[in-house]
């Protein structure tokens, strides 16, 4: 895996090209981590998700 950042002389930031290459395992290892990342992430939305369901249901459920 390549992984590039380089310096740009546009506007008042600037920034720095770099490369990085990094071993085939180490690549697995930040796949691993973002799926799991995904995946809780996904998992705590669709617990937001049901809260707020649950809250505007019940919210609802005691105007007259």
């Not at 996904?42 to 617990?47: C, D, I, K, V």
């Amino acid at each position: 895996m390549r992984w590039s950042r380089r310096r740009t002389h546009r506007g008042p930031l600037r920034t720095t090209k770099m490369t990085v290459e990094l071993p085939d395992t180490d690549v697995e290892l930040l796949v691993e981590m973002a799926e799991h990342q995904a995946s809780t992430m996904t998992a705590a939305l669709a617990r937001s998700i049901r809260m707020t369901s649950f809250v505007e249901k019940h919210a609802s459920a005691e105007r007259p």
